[in-house]
């Protein structure tokens, strides 16, 4: 929950190669008060059935950016089967393993307000967008 004095953060993963949410994900918050500051780890949490986060910490007072980090590479590896279907294999693109083990998002934050930030995840690409 924001207040007038810090921002708050919700996100979910949907994975859009099988049109599902991407359950168990692992996702990370990190936050920093200013662009030359030290990022600092603040905890995380995984992927709900709904691909949703609902119990990220909370961020401190003076936060202006903002990381989240998705660990994808143990998601694609149980589902590869499944969302892989009719995909070229990741052999075939000289990759092995996930070819996106990871996803790390950075944005800016202003006290007071709420960022929902959604991850749409393939075994290729992602995309991300501030969502509402």
């Known amino acids: 929950m924001s207040t007038e004095t810090t921002a ?15 359950e168990g994900v692992a996702i990370s918050l990190a936050a920093r008060a200013g662009s030359g500051a030290a990022w600092v780890a603040l905890g995380g949490s995984a992927a709900d059935a709904d691909g949703r986060c609902k119990d990220l910490p909370a961020l401190p007072e ?5 990381r989240l980090d998705f660990e994808t590479e143990e998601y694609f590896d149980k589902k590869q089967a499944d969302a892989q279907q009719d995909a070229p ?8 393993g996930a070819f996106f083990p990871e996803v790390a998002i950075t944005f800016a934050v202003v006290p007071g307000e709420h960022y929902h930030v959604p ?3 393939n075994p290729f690409g992602y995309s991300v967008y501030r969502g509402s």
Request: no cysteine; charged share 15%; proline share 3%.
């Open 8 to 22: 708050s953060v919700s996100t979910h993963i949907l994975d859009t190669s099988i049109g599902r949410p991407a």
């Open 62 to 66: 003076g936060t202006t950016h903002v």
């Open 89 to 96: 294999a990741n052999r075939d693109s000289g990759a092995t």
């Open 119 to 121: 991850l749409l995840l």
